[in-house]
Nanobody
């Protein structure tokens, strides 16, 4: 199983980035996909998650209204649009594959991919 996040980079405060998560095989099939982030010295933080159909999404309060999660099941890809970025959004963002229901608990996600670094700085 391969799960890889792309699209990170350096952006100024107020800027935008679009992260992508691609998976090998059919690992996304009928499963929730989410994003977590982590910075050194801090605990891993839930960011967003989306159901298989895309009809249910959930966001951390810290990103609500600024980030948008979406998925294209035909392309086996999940996206995270990051707008109005703040320095405190700086972290390594990892995509994760869960089970049937959207959840914020990291223990409910079975597959974790390599992350992509997002740095927000002027």
């Amino acid at each position: 199983v391969q799960l890889q996040a792309f699209g990170g980079g350096l952006v100024q405060p107020g800027g935008s980035l679009r992260l992508s998560c691609a998976a090998s095989g059919r690992i996304f099939s009928y499963r929730v996909v989410g994003w977590f982030r982590q910075t050194p010295g801090k605990e891993r933080e839930f960011v967003a998650a989306i159901s298989w159909s895309g009809g249910i999404t959930h966001y951390a309060d810290s990103v609500k209204g600024r980030f948008t999660i979406s998925r294209n099941n035909a392309k086996n890809t999940v996206y995270l649009q990051l707008n109005s970025l703040k320095p405190e959004d700086t972290a390594v963002y990892s995509c994760v594959v869960g089970r049937e229901h959207v959840t914020t608990s990291s223990t409910e996600y079975d597959y974790w991919g390599q992350g992509t670094q997002v740095t927000v700085s002027s």
